[in-house]
């Protein structure tokens, strides 16, 4: 089992930034892939961003691409999304998962989930 624990989660205007962190209880070696996820009323989840272990390679979805940057740091098992620029369309729970797959933006193929941290813009 893994466990996610987000922060840094709030409030922004238009063009502003936040950083979100995910703690993780340990990285088991079945899991390839750690990344954000996000979803608003009414939509259903998306892929924002993902880290592949191995590789180091990171996807992202088209909107966020230029703006956002997810990070890992090793020695604290933390992943990290910076969001600059943001818009009042980025508004959104935000979700820290985990899962087996390698460089999936879908929300079906992972495993282990957060319990969400909220991300406000406002215009």
């Known amino acids: 089992q893994v466990q996610l624990v987000e922060s840094g989660g709030g409030s922004a205007q238009a063009g502003g930034s936040l950083r979100l962190s995910c703690v993780a209880s340990?990285?088991?070696?079945?899991?390839?892939?750690v990344g954000w996820f996000r979803q608003a009323p009414g939509k259903e989840r998306e892929g924002v961003a993902i880290?592949?272990?191995?590789?180091?390679?990171?996807t992202y979805t088209d909107s966020v691409k230029g703006r956002f940057t997810i990070s890992r740091d090793y020695t604290t098992q933390t992943v990290y999304l910076q969001m600059n620029s943001l818009k009042p369309e980025d508004t959104a729970m935000y979700y820290c998962?985990?899962?087996?797959?390698?460089?999936?933006?879908?929300?079906?193929?992972?495993?282990?989930w957060g319990q969400g941290t909220q991300v406000t813009v406002s215009s």
């Open positions: 880290f592949t272990i191995r590789t180091g390679i990171a």
């Open positions: 998962a985990a899962g087996r797959v390698y460089e999936s933006l879908l929300a079906q193929h992972y495993n282990f």
């Open positions: 340990r990285f088991t070696t079945d899991i390839n892939s």
